[in-house]
């Protein structure tokens, strides 16, 4: 049984609803607070033990690669002005994991199944860790969830483990509703996972999330994928088939919480949930919202 120390980051989108910011780099390098989206991703990943990252990016865009590699004119300025420290979480993480950069290969088709069909050869055969690049789990320790879904995947060995939480039924139209099945061998499976319908046809409000655990039989499952609504590869339908032929997992969260940040809005909401946690922001934004609200 292979362990998981592989993931995937899918940032390859062209962010059109941060436009006209994503014109010059992806939506993925979008702040929050101190450090981009992307950063959290990867340090939620090397929370739960992943060391081999691959981010897949847009073809032609070197802005994710330039961000996570060493800068030493920028190390020896920070070093002269005793500013170290203002580098030091990206210093972390060039120490903990390799990371590697993928171009989307242009002939895929659009949607959020594409970047794992473009980073084959360094999956191999293994299991891998699949993330969303505008999904965010705010959590006590990154990586915990993470480490629960990996744990889940070793002990049922299922095709794929999702990650899934609770979301206001008035919401469950923005994302994808999962439908479960009681099983005692395998708890919480999930045999369908439907995207994007409306509070009357959903199954559950239970919704999946941009965190997953794949094995190696999502690719001839891809290969022979055709293509859904707006003419894109969606990850879901690939969740359905190995829902049918196989086992899947959709587990719900239970640590931490799950945010999304594919919108002005909710990126914005993120910025202020994390500010209220952070002790040297939290009184800060509390008086500027009493004032302003």
Known sequence: MANVTKGVIAAAGRGTRFLPVTKAYPKELIAILDKPNIQYLVEEMIGAGIDKINIVHRPGDNSLAEYFTPDKELESFLKENDKESFLESLKNIWCQAKIYFTPQDPKLPYGNASPILSVKNFVGDDPFVYMFGDDLVVEEKPGDYLSCLISIYQKYQPAVVLGAQKVPWEEINRYASIKYVADPKYPNRAVEVLEKLPPDK????????????????????????????????????????????????????????WLTTGDPLRWLKVNLVLALKNPNLSAGIKEFLTKNI
Request: proline residues 5%; without cysteine.
């Open 202 to 257: 959903a199954p559950s409000n239970m919704a999946q999330f941009g965190r997953f655990v794949v094995s190696n039989k999502i690719f001839p499952v891809l290969a022979k994928q055709g293509l859904s609504r707006d003419n894109e590869l969606w990850f879901a339908d690939a969740n359905n088939t190995l829902a049918r032929e196989d086992i899947v997992i959709a587990e719900p969260i239970t640590s931490g919480e």
